[in-house]
Structures are given as C-alpha cells and as structure tokens.
C-alpha cells in the first residue's frame, strides 16, 4: 500500500464536456456512484435512502451562499473585481471585509473605488497582515446589505457563463440558513423536500453544522510535495445538538454520514481542536485517522485539489482513482453542478 504522496498522484485527465455548466432539471436528478464495494455500481441520487439504513444520521452544511462578487472601477477608469471572502465585523456594523481582488494594476492603500450600485470601497491594506493573501476594504454602505442589492452569484471558475436567476436559485441548498459563503456545499445540492422526507421515512436523522466555504476551496495546489501547502481558513460551528445527535447515532450502531467534504471537515476539526476553534485550515491527506465521519457523500473534484487528497485519505487513493476512471468512462457529470458518490471510510478510526 502506497503511504508517500505527491502532487501528480491526484492528477487525472478529464474531458472538458463532463464539467457540468448547469444543474439537472431536477435537484434529485443526477446520478449516483456508489463507490462503498470494491467494485463502482451506477445508481440514480433518488435511490440514496435505499442506500441508508434506519438510524444512520445524515450530516448537513447549512451555510448560505451570498452574492459576494462585486464589481466596480478605480479612479482612473480600470475595472475590477471584489469578491468578498468574508465580513471583518459582527454583522456588518463597520463594514469592513477581506476580499478576492481581480484588477490589471493593484491600487495603493487609501485608493477609493466606485462600486456598481453607487457605494465606494476604501482599500485599507492587505488581510490579516501586510503580507496577507487577501485585502482589507471599508464599504460606505453594510456589506449584506450590498450583497444582496448589487451582488452576483460567486460561481466557480469553472462554470463559464454569467449567473442567472436560475443560479441563484440553484446554487444554493434548500436548508441554507447562515449567510456567508462564497461556494456551495455542493453535495447538498441535490436534495430537495421530496427527498428529505423520504429520508425521513426510512428513519435516517438529520443534523447540521456551518462552515462557510472560502474561495479557497478553488485554490490549486502548487507544491508537488503535498505537505508544503498551506490551506486557507475557513470559519465553522457545531452545535451541541449535532454533537448529541452524533453520540446517540454511535450508541445505536448507527452510521454518521457527511454530506460534503465541507461538513467532513467541520466535523474532524471539532473532534480534533476542541469546542475553542471556529476557524480551521484542518488539511486532510492520506494518512489521516478520521475520528466522526463513517460514509461520505460527496461530487466530483478538480483534479490536484486538496479535495481529492480528502476523498483519498477517506476511502483509499487507489480506490478513489479507479472510481473517477470509472465516472470518467461513464460520463458522469463533475463538480459542483455535477453528479455525486457515496463513500465509506476505509481509513481506521483511531
């Protein structure tokens, strides 16, 4: 079993056809892979409660995609991009943010900008420190208020087109409660009413954590030795309740299972950080002793991102490169707008 990884061992070829630019017609529509046997059986996502047994727990991200993207001009006329990767100050009161900044020439510290919409961003520095990955603006209006007003759906990078009303619909899961993401949980977003009842009705329960997914999330790893990059922050919670409801899931022999490797990690690092983090950069590689999640649910993932390092510290990397060969010659849809996998951890608890 191979125990040393490197960056070229999460790569994998994928036709460009198969980056899914526009959700099913249906949220429950796409297709399964059911990836728990040795062998890849090709279901349909409305088979999942088939799949779960009375008295596993189903584990939500029930984060709220804003409408962070931004855009305006300098001065000088140049356009540009904010994204806002989060609000620096509770609730908005100081309107100060950090953000993603996509211009053709950088502006100085104290350089206004004319926002679409009429509102001005002050640009106060770099973010947390003068050496920061992202920058510090002063919006002159709240920044909830701007986002919802003037904002654009922060579609990945991936997808090509303009969001739409269809987007802002769709991007976003049907339990989405605690604004401040700048990506879905995508996983989740193939649930709809229907299902959860059905869900219901088999006697699968259900919980939530928060974590607001940064962009991030899309950064590329650059290092080919793995354990040189650096993951980005992002803020979570778990609430006592999904703590209690994930106790009396491992009381009854039942199974947690994570919707998303976004509620993956909010879970690991309560487990191994402690009720004092709300913040993580927890990195996930093979190797990894998982300490909550038993199943996982999950999309399909850029190739070299620290997602595939996730998915293969869970189930195994040979196993989850042969099922993405798989997913490949069937033509499955990847990403976020994509089809889905079912996962159990093969990795030992500790």
């Not at 198969?18 to 059986?41: E, F, K, N, T, W």
């Not at 959860?196 to 919980?207: E, I, P, S, Y």
């Not at 899309?218 to 609430?239: G, L």
Request: hydrophobic share 40%; with cysteine.
């Amino acid at each position: 079993m191979k125990t040393h990884f490197s960056l070229a061992d999460f790569d994998f070829d994928l036709p460009p056809q198969l980056i899914a630019q526009h959700p099913a017609a249906q949220r429950s529509g796409s297709r399964l892979l059911d990836g728990r046997a040795p062998l890849a059986v090709d279901s349909q996502f409305t088979q999942l409660p088939e799949l779960l047994l009375p008295g596993d727990l189903l584990v939500f991200n029930d984060t709220k995609v804003v409408k962070a993207r931004l855009y305006g001009q300098k001065s000088s006329g140049g356009r540009l991009e904010l994204l806002i990767e989060r609000v620096l100050s509770p609730h908005g009161q100081d309107n100060e943010v950090a953000v993603h900044m996509k211009v053709s020439k950088k502006p100085k510290p104290g350089a206004v900008m004319l926002m679409d919409g009429g509102f001005s961003a002050t640009l106060i520095g770099r973010w947390p420190n003068p050496e920061g990955p992202l920058y510090h603006f002063k919006l002159s209006q709240d920044p909830y208020e701007v986002m919802e007003s003037h904002g654009h759906v922060p579609l990945p990078p991936y997808i090509t087109h303009s969001d739409s009303a269809d987007d802002e619909q769709r991007y976003q899961t049907v339990f989405a409660r605690a604004p401040g993401a700048v990506a879905a949980p995508t996983a989740a977003l193939h649930f709809d009413a229907d299902m959860l009842t059905k869900l219901a009705a088999r006697g699968v329960q259900t919980a939530s954590v928060t974590l607001h997914v940064g962009a991030g999330t899309f950064q590329p790893v650059k290092a080919e030795n793995i354990a040189e990059h650096v993951m980005h922050f992002e803020r979570f919670e778990v609430p006592s309740a999904t703590l209690e409801a994930i106790a009396a899931c491992k009381a009854r022999g039942g199974r947690v299972v994570a919707v998303g490797t976004t509620t993956v990690r909010a879970l690991e690092s309560r487990a191994k950080f402690g009720p004092d983090c709300n913040d993580t950069n927890i990195f996930i590689t093979p190797g990894y002793s998982f300490a909550v999640v038993d199943m996982l649910l999950t999309n399909f993932h850029l190739p070299k991102s620290t997602l595939m390092m996730l998915v293969s510290a869970f189930a195994g990397h040979a196993h989850i490169m042969a099922l993405y060969h798989h997913a490949i010659a069937q033509s499955y849809r990847f990403f976020s707008y994509g089809d889905a996998m079912l996962l159990a951890r093969t990795a030992p608890a500790p």
